[in-house]
Nanobody, 113 residues
Framework: QVQLVESGGGLVQPGGSLRLTCEAS????????FRWYRQAPGKEREWVAR???????DYADSVKGRFTISKDDAKNTVYLQMNSLKPEDTGVYYC???????WGKGTLVTVSS
């Protein structure tokens, strides 16, 4: 059983930054592709970013150039650095292992003045 725990959310003003963290209990962490998703109030969950085992990354067009996904295999941790935040980035952010049913409980990000 793999556990994913997100943290780092909070309230930030437009234009501000936050760094989210996803800690995984997986013993072969480095083999997995990890994804960040988000869900805004009243909307469906949407994919945000992905990092492959090779450390190659992909981003949704809505966050490209503003968000950066990274990982530390030694710490079993995935990060999402979010810069130039906009009100439309508000939502609960979730970590997921691609191809699995493993999800964290999420961390809330609110971008508001």
């Amino acid at each position: 059983q793999v556990q994913l725990v997100e943290s780092g959310g909070g309230l930030v003003q437009p234009g501000g930054s936050l760094r989210l963290t996803c800690e995984a209990s997986a013993s072969i962490f480095w083999l997995y592709t990890f994804r960040w998703y988000r869900q805004a109030p009243g909307k469906e969950r949407e994919w945000v970013a992905r990092i492959h085992s090779s450390a190659d990354t992909d981003y949704a067009d809505s966050v490209k150039g503003r968000f950066t996904i990274s990982k530390d295999d030694a710490k079993n941790t995935v990060y999402l650095q979010m810069n130039s935040l906009k009100p439309e980035d508000t939502g609960v952010y979730y970590c997921n292992i691609q191809g699995s049913s493993y999800w964290g409980k999420g961390t809330l990000v609110t971008v508001s003045s």
